[in-house]
Each structure stands twice: as C-alpha cells, then as structure tokens.
C-alpha cells in the first residue's frame, strides 16, 4: 500500500466518523480527499464518493436503528423522491465540465457550512414524530425538497446529510439524533441513484472504492456508537468552520492565478465584517438569524 493510499484511507476512517455521528459531511469531504490526495479528477471523484457514501451510510444506519433513531417510513418518503432527482444529477453530471462541477461544489460547501453556523430554529428538532408523524408530512413540499435536495446530489456530490438532516427536523418535526438516524437511510438511497446515473459515462477505480469504502464504513460504525455522547453544537460549528475552509481554498484552487488573491481578500473581508457585527454589533442583522435571538 502507498503513502498516499494509507493517506487516503486514514481519512475516510474519519470521513466515516462524520457521517454517523452528524449524518452528513461524509461526500462533501471525500470529494476534495480524492481529488486533492488521490489524484482523481473531478468526475471520477464525485462518482466514487457517491459510492463511498451511499455504502457507508446504509451501513450507519444499522447502529442508529438500534437505538431506535431511523423513522423508517418518512425516510423511505424523502429518500424516494430524491432518487429520481439524484439519478438525473448523476446523469447530467457526467457531460458537465470539470470545472463548472469543482466551482459549484466548492459554492455548496460555502452554503453549507453558512447554514450550519447559523443554526437551526428554536424547537425545530424537539417535536417528536409520533406515531402518525409521516402521515403529516405535506407530500408535496416532500417531494420537491426531496427532488431538488437529490438533484444537488447527484450533480456535485455534496448537499446530502447537512441540507436533508434540517428538512427532516423541519418537514418531519424529527428530535435532532432521529434526523440524523434517518438522514442515513435518505443518503443511501439518493447516493445509489447518483451513483448509477454518474456510471452511463465515468469509470471508477474499483479497488481505491472498496478501500475507501471499508474504511468509512468502520468509521461510521464508531461515529452511530459516539452520537449522543458528544456536545453535538460545539462538533457541529467546529466542521463547519472546517468545511467553510475546504470550501474556500476549493473555490480559490478553480479561480484563474490573477484573481485568486482578491477572491481570497474579498472572502476574508466579509467573514470577518460578519464575525465582527455579529459580535460586537448589538443591532446587527445577523443576530436575527441566529437561533435563540
């Protein structure tokens, strides 16, 4: 085995980790792992991590169904109506550019890692389903989000566990752990689809896929027995500050040589104007939309 290869199994243990303990993180993180130090390019990377992913996570939801964390049929609901959507990104994803796919992935680890530090409504995840609490879902907000979250997923790779676990809080008024739960079961089946739209035009490597694969799926295995046990706020700012980096140096990585340095000064400049409203700004909007404010 290579450096590189224990390099990249090494971190798929940890990618692996993410996805059960958050239900999500693991695509939006393997993307960049197999691109910046496997070597693949973009498609065949996408490609290959919706494998990894979708793997891993049927697999995590073995451990969460134990505890009693899966609602069964409102994740079977959300998950088949992105599957057709994941299918048709996965689709399309293999005649889009390289870069056109790298730019937009990039932009959704950005979004992502804004929506998770600004946080979720208060009581958004402290209603339980209940017994008929699939039955109350509105169908067709379902399917929409469900298709639109689906096709992000299949396109580039990324939107999976952190834009399905708030729908599911959301939509299915889920406790947070059960959204994570059943998180799992919706990104196996849309990562499935996405997975067999990307194969009409690129190859994988089998043999990197299955390492990968086995290793994230240990991960995963020890992330579902961490959950509930870890401050689940202070983990969930700490990788989105993690994932608003990658994104960042992503985006800046696709960006021509003579524009890099002002991208890079012009994000710099509104993070820090947002940090600094919102911590030393007593009006500032972004206290707003902040949860308990």
Not at 143 to 152: A, E, F, K, R, T
Request: aromatic share 6%.
């Amino acid at each position: 085995m290579t450096p590189t290869l224990v390099t990249v199994v090494v971190l798929a243990l940890l990618i692996g980790v993410s996805l059960g303990l958050l239900g999500g993180g693991g695509t939006i993180l393997t993307v960049p792992l197999l691109v910046y130090v496997a070597g693949m390019d973009a498609k065949e990377a996408i490609a290959t991590s919706l494998f990894v992913v979708g793997v891993t996570a049927a697999v995590g939801v073995i451990g969460h169904a134990r505890g009693g964390r899966v609602r069964w049929r409102t994740g079977a609901l959300f998950g088949a109506a992105g599957m057709a959507g994941a299918w048709a990104g996965g689709l399309l994803g293999g005649h889009v550019p390289e870069a056109a796919l790298l730019v937009a992935f990039a932009i959704m680890m950005i979004v992502t890692a804004g929506a998770m530090l600004r946080g979720r409504r208060p009581g958004a995840s402290d209603v339980g389903e209940g017994a008929h609490g699939a039955e109350r879902l509105p169908a067709g907000r379902v399917l929409l989000d469900g298709s639109v979250v689906g096709l992000v997923t299949g396109l580039v790779g990324a939107g999976g566990g952190f834009l399905v676990v708030p729908a599911l809080a959301l939509l299915g008024g889920l406790p947070m752990p059960v959204a994570v739960g059943t998180s799992l079961l919706v990104i196996a089946m849309k990562s499935a689809a996405g997975f067999a739209g990307y194969l009409t035009a690129v190859p994988i490597d089998r043999a990197l896929a299955g390492a990968v694969t086995a290793s994230a799926v240990v991960g995963s295995l020890a992330g579902a027995r961490l959950a509930g046990r870890v401050p689940a706020a202070g983990l969930s700012r700490a990788f989105a500050w993690f994932v608003l980096a990658l994104g960042t140096f992503t985006l800046l990585q696709q960006a021509p040589a003579d524009l890099r340095i002002p991208l890079a000064v012009a994000i710099l400049s509104l993070g820090t104007g947002a940090g600094l409203c919102y911590g030393f700004v007593p009006r500032c909007p972004l206290r707003r939309l902040a949860p308990g404010t």
